[in-house]
């Protein structure tokens, strides 16, 4: 019997999906809940599980295409997924015994108490790691529990695949064909996702609907430098987690922004609209691009939380696991383009809010300190804001203070 492959609700703002990667190909057994295909929304990667175990029948919409919400992508056919463990293969009719159609008895039971090998349970992260390699689960040995197949595996089978061509002796050389007059001029049309066209949509609106503006400053880290270098081993046991610079400006930002709420503010209509609140939005690298998922209520949360928690969500990002729940909202938000090895930039604000932070590379740079000339290691800070709602007296303060606190981190303590 048919059963409907539909887009399931994937949040209340969000109509259509773009659709991903099909994980499983016309004819391939599955079982409930494997992963079939992924559903690339604005925000987050959503994945669409077998509703029931059978065989894929049917593909309707192909990859790169687009889908509402309740639309059917695919069919599948119930019962075939018994076919594996019958006893006589040789007999057609095996191919359609009804295993999943009807309750089995206690004498069934035997022949799908030890499944093949080749049915090991495929991990959903696994599932898209053996898609990308172009690798069937057989091919890679699970060493997960219950016999499941792992991401890791898939890596390590990979890696080893690669490392083979390198022990075997070289052939002979050839001489290389000459390069064709003039080169290459093939092009490529690659259609944006759907993360990326929303990217793209809303950097566009920053800039049309905001009155954007950027200050800077300049930041020694002499200090935090030290203080991360001289509690970095008693917080790494306590906590399992290194110590960053990123909770650091958290908790620095957290602190300039009560001393400048308007900078944790945003325009509704013709309303300001304050928030009594802290719910700062880290910029991460994910799989699909760059998303910001959100720290809830930082002016509660310790360097140790903070830094767990950030770490928590950037593996989800590039996982793509990320959840609508953990990008929605956000009162202010922080990029660090110095992990890429930016030295200065003007980052462009997340609307509604009207402030962002962006962090840069650390460098060790010649300054005057007390009428000497020393290096120490300097960062440069952006901040840009919409003018709409903060002057310029309340940016410039702000990003001193950020400055004051980062230079002489006990402020954060004491609250001077």
């Known amino acids: 019997m048919p059963v409907e492959l539909k887009v399931p609700s994937v949040g209340e703002s969000i109509t259509e999906v773009q659709i991903g990667d099909w994980l499983k190909s016309v004819g391939d057994t599955v079982s409930q809940d494997d992963i079939v295909v992924t559903l690339e929304t604005d925000k987050v990667t959503v994945e669409l599980p077998a509703p029931v175990s059978g065989t894929i029948a049917q593909i309707l919409v192909k990859k790169g ?79 997960g529990p219950g016999g499941r197949t792992l991401k890791e ?153 903070v830094e767990l928690s950030i770490a928590a969500l950037a593996s989800r990002a590039k996982d793509g696991t990320l959840k609508l729940d953990d990008l929605q909202g956000g009162t202010f938000t922080i990029t660090n383009g110095g992990i890429y090895g930016s030295l200065l930039s003007t980052p462009i604000i997340n609307p509604p809010q009207s402030g962002i932070l962006g962090l840069h590379g650390i460098v060790d740079r010649a300054v005057v300190i007390k009428g000497a000339v020393v290096a120490r290691p300097m960062m440069y800070i952006a901040l840009t804001y919409d003018h709409r709602i903060v002057d310029g007296r309340e940016a410039v303060g702000f990003l001193k203070r950020i400055k004051e606190t980062i230079e002489e981190p006990t402020r954060m303590l004491i609250e001077i």
């Open 65 to 143: 295409d687009t889908a509402q919400v309740g639309d059917v992508v695919g069919y599948m056919e119930t019962g075939a997924a018994a076919a594996k463990p019958a006893a006589t293969p040789d007999k057609k009719e095996a191919s359609v015994a009804p295993v999943f159609d009807a309750p089995t008895s206690e004498s069934a039971a035997p022949p799908v108490t030890v499944p093949p090998a080749s049915a090991s349970r495929v991990m959903p992260a696994a599932q898209r790691a053996l898609h990308a390699a172009g690798l069937q689960a057989s091919d890679v040995t699970p060493t």
């Open 153 to 305: 595996d898939v890596q390590r089978h990979v890696e080893s695949q690669q490392q083979k061509p390198a022990a075997k002796p070289a052939p002979a050389a050839k001489p290389a064909p000459a390069p064709a007059p003039g080169g290459s001029r093939q092009e490529e049309v690659v259609p944006m996702t759907t993360l990326r066209r929303r990217i793209a949509e809303r950097l566009v609106e920053a800039q049309q609907t905001a009155a954007l503006l950027t200050t800077f400053n300049e930041v020694d880290m002499t200090a935090v430098k030290e203080l991360r270098e001289q509690y970095q081993d008693a917080f790494v046991k306590k906590y399992s987690i290194k110590l960053g610079f990123m909770s650091f400006f958290v908790k620095a930002a957290v602190d300039a922004l009560k001393q400048f709420p308007t900078v944790n503010a945003e325009v509704r209509g013709t309303d300001i609209v304050y928030h009594n609140y802290f719910d700062i939005g880290v910029a991460v690298g994910g799989g699909k691009g760059l998303v910001v998922p959100v720290l809830r209520n930082v002016e509660r949360m310790g360097f140790a939380d």
